[in-house]
């Protein structure tokens, strides 16, 4: 079997900062989703194109170490930054994964402004947050200044629960909450929905969408969403979402692994 290597990409290197403008600014953003513990594979990825990778630490199969070598990783790929969504609305969680060079956290299971704002001081320093002082990789990339720290930091909230999407236009409200980011799975469960693929609730579901879209650009922050493909993400773009991500490496693999075993197969 021959082995073609990748072109090599001339897009300038990611920094945190410029993301993090470019977010504010509800520029369309595309990321992709991580779940497995591959420094490798997310490196090469990296370097696609892609103007994030989003390591999932909530219900991937990645813990602290792996967490830091894939962000190294991502790094190395050059044209995309790191983002991490932590396990839990945790300040410990939060801090590590920002020490360890995240350009930012999407935070999950946020249901109230309360919620928003708590993770919004777990991100910052004083004396706007309580973020403790210990940037021992992030300095290298984000900061180390903690106003300069702060002004590069994305923090995204996410709604996915039938509280969240009550309160979605105090939780954009929040100051220092730079968007908000839909889990499908759990907003289409919070809807009514008996499983996360239940299409009696599409009307409740993109009802949801709708509402979680609008109260976003009233705030002017960034609505974002997860997707399984490509085509879904473009269309979701179209629909007003300014940034997206796509599948996971996980569901990939196993998808072309199926597909070429049919081919195989005849």
């Not at 410029?18 to 779940?35: C, H, K, M, P």
């Not at 410990?92 to 999407?106: E, H, K, P, Q």
């Not at 889990?183 to 499983?195: K, T």
């Amino acid at each position: 079997m021959s082995y073609e290597p990748l072109e090599h990409q001339s897009t300038p290197a990611a920094t945190a900062d410029q993301f993090a403008r470019d977010l504010r600014n509800r520029e369309t953003l595309i990321g992709y989703w991580s779940v497995l513990d591959s420094p490798i594979s997310n490196e090469r990825v990296a370097r696609v194109g892609y103007d994030y990778v989003a390591l999932d630490l909530q219900h991937g199969l990645i813990g602290y170490s792996g967490m830091l070598t894939n962000l190294l990783a991502i790094d190395a790929g050059a044209t995309s930054v790191g983002l991490v969504r932590v396990e839990a609305n945790d300040a410990t969680a939060i801090g590590r994964a920002l020490d360890a060079g995240a350009a930012g956290v999407i935070v999950p299971m946020v249901d109230t402004a309360q919620d928003a704002a708590a993770a919004v001081t777990a991100c910052r320093y004083p004396p706007v947050g309580r973020r403790s002082y210990g940037p021992m990789r992030s300095a290298l990339r984000v900061g180390p200044i903690p106003a300069q720290a702060d002004a590069a930091t994305l923090v995204l909230v996410m709604i996915e629960t039938p509280q969240g999407l009550e309160n979605v236009e105090e939780i954009c409200a929040v100051p220092g909450v730079d968007g908000v980011y839909i889990g499908p799975s759990d907003l289409r469960l919070a809807v009514g929905g008996a499983s996360p693929s239940d299409t009696s609730v599409n009307d409740l579901f993109e009802a949801g969408l709708t509402r979680v879209r609008t109260a976003a650009a009233a705030a002017g922050i960034a609505a974002g969403i997860h997707t399984p493909e490509g085509a879904v993400a473009a269309k979701r773009l179209a629909e007003g979402f300014t940034f997206a991500s796509v599948a996971s490496d996980l569901t990939h693999l196993e998808a072309i692994a199926t597909q070429h075993l049919k081919a195989a197969r005849g």
